[in-house]
């Protein structure tokens, strides 16, 4: 198990070098001078000469990237070429916003992803498994800011439910944090919850059908007990599912704060690409990648128990 | 006798075990000789190495050390483009008649692949596909139909069919009948047994069934772990064993007579009793 | 991401009969394929339908309401936005199409490589598509538009990329399952190159999926692309849905009219795509038969039909009777019935063999009298006693009290009849906690002495496995061991030597017959194996098409049976056989005869 869970750990690591790395020199070539677009396209030559010198951009790439490298590894990204904050402290700001919708949304996925799943999966054919599966057909495509906008609309708009726009924060009042980020997280939600649901029936009816559940019925053992042996079989397709779906609701945030207007990383990547602040979008890259890598490993370590063959090997 | 068809000389063959850097010794320095127009079975349990020989013959593992020769050539390794050549030579037949026809190609094309591989035109190689179905006693409507639409037993014919429409001198018989009805292995049996007088062509026919080494083989190799124990003509192997190995299979396989069964039963539990003391 | 639509794709499916044909008559296909053909056309004939230049400002027209010569109105710049819309079809399906073709161009090549191949190229690609999987999409996007300066094109080939490791990992899937086919196999050995063979014989069981996983993805794409322009990235010159909704969205309070067109558009032709994709799937999927609610039908079969098999013991004095036993799936049209209506019964310490061919119906036997068919099964029968009482009317919870108890099962197949997640000891302790309520210790002890008793060695080491690292021979073991632990008067046993090998049957056989014996069990025992019946049976059931041929004690069936199929089937097996020498021998004799002649 501990070999397990460092080999995990290490490719992990490699991941996210690979990613920092790749995104570094995709951004900095792709962007070429960023003088032009920090300054505008009115700055003198002497004044862009200025500002490369202090942002460093001067140097050559190579030394720009172990320098940047050597303290990313230390959880200093620098700081912007914009108004010359450092990264991280921007960054530490903005995420709580971020990741608050985002696990929100991802435990409204598995809470009812699970349950609408084991519904569904133990009724095959039934009224609620084909509710399931035409919401996971439907849902699974729809973009997640195409519904937020239907939600806002009718929740905010026309019956006033939820603020349409806006953040609270946690500190200032529970109930408005709450309030303020339930709209987004369903709407992210929504196509998760369907995702998982999905996966689980279908994960429930394979396991269904398998010689092994015969037996156990067979051993006298009880509906409820037989569906405990489903479930610890079924549950790890579903929780691939839901890492996956981890990374699409951090990606699917970027456009979702903007309908809300929340202060989240969403909408710092978009003003600092718009830019070209380096910095912020490389920062933003690993923070997310880190996020994502953490949540794969939880979840090898889950299966890892889950599944006594996978730990094995 | 002459030299013959199929030589195989101290064969071995290595697996990877998953995971891990070590290999596991499938096949442990084994012999064995085939002539022309000769069925020798190959029998015992699984995990005793017998599939994995064929599969060496046919070129679908890597081997280890050792020499298979083919009607005097040496084809122990031997290049992609090269075995292709010698698919003229050296068919098979799998056990699995559902997996291994392709779902979605009708009987003739299955049939007529082969050929056409080989270069033969649609139409001579229609003509092959027609004499071969009547070969194997299908009707010549299954052309158009597809494998889902047969039995296991008419699959089976049809892939012997497949096996036979290039006219190969060695067709390697992977456990062909043990997926059958017994009715069925019977004519399928039958239809081997007399696919061999008229075409000539050697079997190499592995099988965990002593009754269906009875029935098919003139000789017989036994196989426990990776080696050979014991070799001899098909009749006499299957009725009066000499390894200790081989007498065990064969007390285990239990016959349908009450009474001989209870004797044999009797008996194997005598050589249980031996063993363990 | 793998959609989830593709999982029961039946590769036989794609050939039966017409798939347009099916595709078109279910209404979803129909209507789908019919709205997607519409936005296609409106996207290529856009400058022929807009009635003007979707980006010609007329300030007269700023949030103007529907008019004749405008019908959808003007959006806040003072554009038709009739024809914005238009030529937004246009925008989106190029877009997408864009991005499919270079996910598709990456992923399915690549896909069909690493699941062919295998080998250091499969190593490399799936961890590069896992690590474009971990990435979250979006930034990296924004980052493209910027360095790109809002390249519209560059903008869809990274969507592309980004949508390409659902491509490859479901092409590599699907060929890894096709490649392990015995069929692959025989191709190699008929010399087919390569090429061909994944040409000929991979190619056709992947495109069915990838169509079905195209149409979620095109949807996807026009997602994503819809999401970058609402975040104002794109040349303000292109007309794109995703833009126009950012438009109306800031006049949400005042116009609403202006989010709704876009938004409908772009939800209508998404919805499209998603259910044309879900049809597809259908029509190409593996039929499972829905399953069925209603167990046993209240009235009783028609008494005039008569039944097969015999009945030797009083009810009351049998350890399992079942009289008219009737087994039906539900079929396209009408229900099949696999078993006929037949009678069947054994005593205590009998033991009693069930013998016939595939589909003969014996499994379905015994698994009514266990009441565990499949989901879709219906068993009826006018009574079924076990252990001296009539069973057949209750209900489904009180017949399932009788398992464990009084019904002991061992099933074909030891290696998956065993759930992989726990370890053996739990699955031997929790039915004799939760069903027959020993305590910790005690059925802990329980376990180890039934383990002990059906020949294992090691139990505290056995208790502790799990089930992938017991042989076939000893995890048959465990599940007799789990079959008696609860002292059933009944086990009954469907083919339980079929998956070992003969000396581990011979070993099962006797130790079934032990403890058959040592507690007075009666012993029901399915087999398509005569040796075994003539090995451990006192009587048997010969059946063939869901009834019973004949039934009878061992020795008269053997010696003398009355039945043509039972004499079929036990001369069918080779023991008593001519050898290949003697057949040989006799050919010999016959051809010579024949030359003779």
């Given at each position: 198990m501990l070999r397990f869970t460092l080999k995990r750990l290490i490719s992990g690591i490699i991941l996210l070098l690979v990613v920092g790395t790749a995104t570094f020199f995709l951004a900095h070539l792709a962007i070429g001078d960023p003088t032009v677009g920090l300054l505008g396209s009115s700055a003198t030559p002497a004044q862009q000469a200025a500002l490369a010198h202090k942002i460093g951009t001067d140097r050559p790439l190579l030394t720009q990237f172990l320098d940047w490298g050597g303290h990313a590894i230390t959880g200093d990204f620098g700081t912007s070429w914009r108004n010359f904050q450092p990264v991280s402290g921007q960054i530490s700001l903005k995420l709580p916003v971020t990741l608050s919708v985002v696990t929100f949304a991802i435990i409204l996925s598995a809470v009812f992803g699970g349950l609408f799943g084991i519904l569904a999966g133990l009724n095959p054919g039934t009224w609620i498994d084909k509710l399931v599966k035409g919401a996971a057909v439907v849902l699974f495509a729809l973009p997640g800011f195409w519904v937020s906008l239907v939600l806002v609309v009718w929740f905010a708009v026309n019956l006033k439910w939820f603020p349409a726009v806006g953040y609270v924060q946690p500190t200032m009042s529970v109930q408005g944090w709450l309030r303020s980020i339930t709209l987004p997280a369903v709407a992210l939600a929504l196509g998760a919850i369907v995702m998982v649901a999905e996966q689980l029936r279908n994960a429930f009816i394979a396991v269904n059908g398998q010689d092994f559940v015969r037996t156990l019925r067979s051993r006298g053992l009880t509906q409820t007990r037989v569906v405990l042996h489903l479930l610890r079989n079924a549950a790890p397709a579903s929780l691939t599912v839901l890492a996956l779906m981890f990374v699409g609701l951090l990606s699917g945030a970027v456009v979702v704060e903007q309908v809300f207007a929340l202060p989240g990383i969403g909408a710092m990547t978009n003003g600092s690409s718009q830019n070209g602040d380096i910095p912020i979008l490389l920062g933003i890259t690993v923070v997310s990648v880190l996020f994502v890598v953490i949540v794969n490993f939880v979840l090898d370590v889950v299966l890892g128990w889950l599944n006594p063959k996978a730990r094995v090997q | 006798m002459s030299t013959p068809l199929l030589s195989v000389q101290d064969l071995a063959i290595d697996y990877p075990l998953p995971g891990r850097r070590k290999t596991f010794r499938a096949l442990n320095e084994v012999s064995l000789d085939i002539g022309a127009g000769e069925c020798v079975g190959l029998v015992g349990e699984s995990g005793s190495g017998k599939s994995t020989l064929g599969k060496a013959i046919l070129g679908l593992v890597p081997v280890a050390g050792g020499q298979i020769t083919f009607d005097g050539a040496d084809i122990t390794h031997l290049t992609r483009a090269a075995r292709r050549k010698l698919a003229a030579s050296i068919q098979v037949v799998f056990q699995d008649p559902y997996g291994s026809l392709d779902p979605s190609m009708s009987v003739g094309d299955i049939l007529a692949e082969p050929l056409t591989t080989s270069g033969l035109g649609r139409r001579a190689a229609d003509a092959a596909v027609k004499e071969m179905i009547d070969r194997v006693k299908l009707p010549s409507t299954v052309v158009g139909r597809f494998p889902h639409e047969f039995s296991g037993g008419q699959r089976q014919r049809i892939a012997i069919a497949r096996a036979l429409v290039r006219k190969p001198r060695l067709i390697v018989c992977d456990e062909p009948v043990s997926a059958l009805d017994l009715t069925t292995q019977a004519a399928i049996l039958d239809l081997f047994i007399e696919l061999q007088r008229d075409t000539g062509v050697s079997y190499l026919f592995v099988t965990h069934d002593l009754g269906v080494v009875r029935r098919v083989c003139h000789r017989v190799a036994v196989m426990y772990r990776g080696d050979i124990v014991e070799t001899g003509r098909g009749d006499s192997v299957t009725a009066n064993p000499q390894d200790p190995y081989t007498r065990r299979l064969l007390m285990a396989s239990p016959i349908a007579n009450p009474q001989a069964q209870a004797e044999r039963r009797a008996k194997w539990l005598e050589l249980r009793a031996d063993s363990a003391a | 991401m793998t959609a989830p639509l593709t999982d029961n794709i039946d590769p036989r499916a794609a050939r039966r009969g017409s798939v347009l044909g099916r595709f078109l008559r279910r209404p979803a296909g129909a209507i789908s394929l019919g709205v997607f053909a519409v936005v296609v056309l409106v996207a290529v004939f856009a400058p022929l339908l807009a009635p003007h230049d979707p980006n010609f400002v007329d300030l007269s027209l700023f949030k103007a309401p529907p008019s004749a010569a405008h019908p959808l109105g003007g959006d806040s710049t003072g554009r038709d936005i009739l024809s914005r819309l238009l030529f937004g079809a246009r925008t989106t399906l190029i877009g997408a199409a864009i991005a499919i073709a270079v996910a598709v161009g990456i992923g399915v090549p690549s896909g069909l490589a690493a699941g062919y191949f295998g080998g250091v190229f499969d190593k490399i690609a799936t961890w590069v598509s896992d690590a474009l999987q971990a990435v979250p999409g979006m930034i990296i996007l924004l980052i493209v538009a910027a360095a790109s300066r809002n390249s519209f094109t560059f903008i869809m080939i990274t969507v592309g990329v980004f949508l390409m490791p659902g491509y490859f990992r479901l092409t590599r899937s699907t060929t890894l399952t096709v490649r392990n086919e015995a069929y692959i196999d025989a191709a190699i050995v008929s010399g087919l190159s390569n090429t061909r063979i994944l040409a000929k014989h991979v190619i056709k069981a992947v495109y069915a999926p990838i169509i079905i996983q195209t149409a979620l993805t095109a949807g996807m794409a026009m997602g994503m692309q819809a999401g970058l322009q609402f975040l104002g990235i794109g040349s303000a010159n292109t007309p794109g849905w995703g833009a126009m909704m950012n438009d109306g969205f800031t006049a949400i309070l005042t116009d609403p009219l202006l989010l709704l067109w876009p938004s409908l558009a772009l939800g209508i032709t998404i919805a499209a795509l998603a259910v044309m994709g879900s049809t597809l799937s259908d029509v190409l999927s593996v039929r499972q038969p829905a399953p069925r609610r209603k167990r046993r039908p209240a009235a009783p079969s028609s008494v005039d039909d008569a039944t097969t098999g015999a009945l030797h013991y009083e009810p009351a004095a049998a350890a399992v009777q079942v009289r008219n036993l009737k087994v039906s799936y539900p079929g396209a049209d009408a229900d099949i019935e696999v078993v006929h209506g037949i009678d069947l019964d054994v005593a205590p310490g009998e033991v009693l063999g069930i013998v016939g061919e595939s589909g003969s119906g014996k499994s379905q036997t015994v698994f009514s009298i266990l009441d565990l068919l499949p989901a879709a099964g219906v068993a009826s029968c006018d009574a079924l006693w076990i252990g001296g009482r009539d069973v057949s009317a209750l209900d489904r919870k009180d017949r399932h009290k009788l398992l464990g108890s009084k019904l002991g099962y061992v099933p074909q197949e030891p290696m998956t009849n065993l759930d992989p997640s726990y370890t053996i000891g739990y699955q031997l302790i929790e039915p004799l906690r939760s069903?027959?309520?020993?305590?910790r210790t005690e059925a802990r002890e329980r376990a180890i002495g039934v383990l002990t008793r059906v020949g294992i060695h090691d139990p505290a080491r056995v208790m502790r496995s799990y089930p992938h690292q017991l042989s076939g021979g000893m995890a048959q073991r465990v599940l007799i061991a789990g079959a008696i632990s609860g002292h059933p008067s009944v086990l009954i046993a469907d083919e339980p030597t079929t998956a070992l090998d003969v000396t581990v049957q011979a070993e099962v056989l006797e130790l079934l017959r032990e403890l058959q014996q040592e507690y007075g069990m009666a012993l029901v025992i399915v087999t398509h194996n005569f040796g075994v019946v003539a090995d451990i049976c006192d009587r048997v059931a010969v059946m063939k098409h869901g009834e019973i041929v004949e039934v009878g004690d061992v020795a008269t069936i053997f010696t003398n049976p009355a039945n043509d199929y039972t004499r079929e089937l036990i001369a069918a097996s080779l023991d008593d056989a001519a050898s290949r020498t003697e057949l040989d021998a006799a050919y010999d004799t016959t051809e010579r005869k024949a030359v003779n002649a």
């Open positions: - | - | 069903v027959h309520k020993l305590g």
